[in-house]
């Protein structure tokens, strides 16, 4: 059986292997290891502090400081710091989900689809005597800009508008349109949602059980052609699965909803199984190098 510190040591070779990948990323955007380690002391505050509230114990500038092995303006910087990272983070998870949103209400809610789930064509202009793309947005997203989720669905190549009048659905999957910040912030809620997942599994912490994690790897090299073939198989069957489970969520609300319950979410990507561990570089070190 393993130790505490074994399985301390497996959880930070795991961290490494997260976030090697974004190495590419980190360099292209002027991200260093200062702000890293920033970020790390922050969720450590905040997470200490969220801990301390929730056990009723006295949640200090000086305890936090102690507890992480931080100076206390430090913790009072990344404190003071937190409302205007909650409201950015917010702001920026708003602009991802609420197209996704409005294209799921729109191919399953009644009210702006057929019975058989296809999207109705949707009238640019209010008060027409149809169902129109404001009222969607009201009725799936209310507070949200129309004009603003339009922009973002036409981008995404999820909408088209023809006749000028007009607004038709032609992808449900919504993904933001080329290097954005919204793309950027997905990241997030994805590798977030995973590694919430791997949490809750290894430190049982949901009240249903282990939540579903599967993967497939193929057990032989793929040309360029193969992989393009599997993408596109996952795109259509893949896509088809996600649409079909949003539908019997919508279709089972009555059955399925309770208030102060969690809303629940599946992620579904492909991935390039990494290449064998290389060897480390052999780097001289030079004094005054």
């Keep these: 059986m393993t130790t505490r510190d074994e399985q301390g040591v497996a959880l930070i070779d795991a961290i490494e292997a997260l976030l090697r990948p ?6 292209n955007y002027g991200v260093s290891h200062h702000d890293l380690s920033q970020v790390i002391a922050r969720l450590f505050v905040y997470d200490t502090a969220e801990t301390l509230k929730k056990e009723g114990r006295p949640t200090t500038v000086a305890r936090l400081a102690l507890i992480n092995g931080l100076t206390r303006g430090e913790v009072e910087k990344h404190l003071n710091d937190r409302e205007v990272a909650v409201t950015r983070r917010i702001t920026k998870t708003s602009q991802v989900m609420i197209p996704s949103i409005v294209l799921s209400v729109w191919n399953t809610d009644s009210r702006f689809s057929t019975p058989y789930g296809v999207a109705l064509d949707l009238s640019l202009k209010s008060g027409a005597g149809r169902r129109s793309f404001l009222d ?34 032609t992808n449900w999957a919504y993904i933001p349109a080329g290097v954005s910040v919204e793309k950027i912030a997905r990241t997030g809620l994805v590798m977030g949602a995973l590694a919430s997942t791997f949490t809750q599994n290894l430190l049982e912490l949901s009240d249903i059980g282990s939540y579903p994690e599967r993967q497939v790897v193929s057990d032989f090299p793929l040309s360029v052609e193969g992989r393009t073939e599997v993408r ?7 896509t088809q699965f996600l649409m079909s489970l949003d539908a019997w969520i919508t279709e089972n609300k009555s059955r399925l909803e309770a208030p102060g319950g969690r809303r629940i979410g599946l992620e579904m ?4 199984v990494p290449g064998e561990a290389s060897v480390a570089p052999n780097i001289q070190s030079v004094a005054n190098g």
């Design 22 to 27: 974004l190495m590419p990323l980190f360099r």
């Design 136 to 169: 969607l947005v009201m009725a799936s997203a209310p507070g949200a800009d129309p004009d603003a989720v339009l922009d973002q669905l036409v981008a995404a190549k999820c909408v088209e508008v023809f006749e000028g009048e007009f607004v038709r659905c």
């Design 232 to 238: 596109r198989w996952l795109v259509e069957q893949g």
């Design 269 to 272: 990507f492909m991935f390039d």
